[in-house]
């Protein structure tokens, strides 16, 4: 099995979004229409359209 590795703006281009980062949250903000999502790097969670959801797994940075 290969492994491959996607970033966030492979992730975007590939579903027609845009994505940003938003250095204020340190997180990555991705716009499609009117939809909105914020995946935080700081804590365990992610924003979907301003409601915040909590996960339980955290950002790892390779």
Do not use: P
Not at 22 to 27: F, L, N, P
Not at 30 to 49: E, G, H, L, P, V
């Amino acid at each position: 099995m290969e492994l491959r590795i996607f970033t966030f703006r492979d992730l975007a281009a590939a579903l027609g979004a845009t994505v940003e980062w938003d250095d204020k949250q340190k997180a990555a903000v991705y716009k499609k229409k009117d939809k909105t999502i914020i995946f935080y790097t700081n804590r365990n969670a992610y924003s979907w359209n301003r409601v915040e959801h909590s996960t339980r797994t955290v950002y790892i940075s390779y």
